[in-house]
């Protein structure tokens, strides 16, 4: 393997060692940054949401911006605005950059913020880019946004656009951990208060690109290809699944972004997983994440109980890897 395959594995194993019993968060924030992607977090208070994203910053030793997503935010707030200065006697108009001028963007509860300051994250998750008084300015080349929500709390809350959720790479629930686990972060937490020294040793952030280049190389045949394309067609046409409840769970499927995040990311977990080659395992420990925030589920199902990872679990049993 690569110095580069041997540096990702050792910046995941410092995140899991920091973030316990949030294995899968770890790989999905790992994923996404390998493809170049954003990720939205969901989960209880206290399940490591925050933590996860600060000790990523820290091991890559990179700059983290962090917004409170609150409901008398501004857009300016996150993006920059132009402030006015007098330069030699002069009135001068000069950008100011907002805290997403970072590597790294928190965007914390972002669903407590009206959809007006939503939308002043939607170029910059598309287009690594941000336009400010018909000025565009662009953001670093590595560049992610990881936004938290709550899952429990609806009071004073603003339902993320679809726009926006088919922006976001993948999609993760956090839950409590188990007793094991428990006790872990207990001491964890206990070593961290008597060591004078918490800080990670840092991987090169370049290690990131290196992979990215790498990734692009690992192979996916047909077959795979064809796999991938008949999943996010039967969020579409779940007509042709007749057998199934499809056509009764889904009013909305999956945008074409939703097969290329598939492709995207299952050769990325075929490279962590030190493979040359893409099989239907990658593409299945993947496409929870990729697909439960794009799919628009029925009032039927709704009030049944039926869950988007419920949908996808489904969809998998009707369409066969060939």
Known sequence: MSDCFEQIQQLKQQIQSSVIGQSHVVDALLLSLLTNGNVLLEGLPGTAKTRSIKTLAMALNVSLGRVQFTPDLLPSDVTGTEIYQEVSGKPTLTFQPGPIFNNLLLA??????????QAALLEAMEERQVTVAGKTHQLP?????????????QEGTYPLPEAQMDRFMMKILLDYPDDEAELSIIELVRAEELSSDNTL?????????KAREQIKKITMTPAITAYIVAIVMATRK????????????????????????LDKCARAAAWLAGKTFVDPDDVRSIVHSVLRHRLVLSYDAIADGITPDMVIDELLRQVVAA
């Open 238 to 261: 779940p007509a042709r699944y007749p057998d199934s409840s499809l056509s009764e769970w889904l009013t909305v499927g999956s945008s074409p972004r939703a097969s290329i995040a």
């Open 201 to 209: 040793s840092c991987i090169d952030a370049d290690n990131i690109f």
């Open 108 to 117: 914390d509860e972002i669903n407590r913020s009206p959809a007006k300051v």
């Open 141 to 153: 080349e590595l560049f992610m946004v990881l936004a938290t929500q709550n899952p429990i709390e």
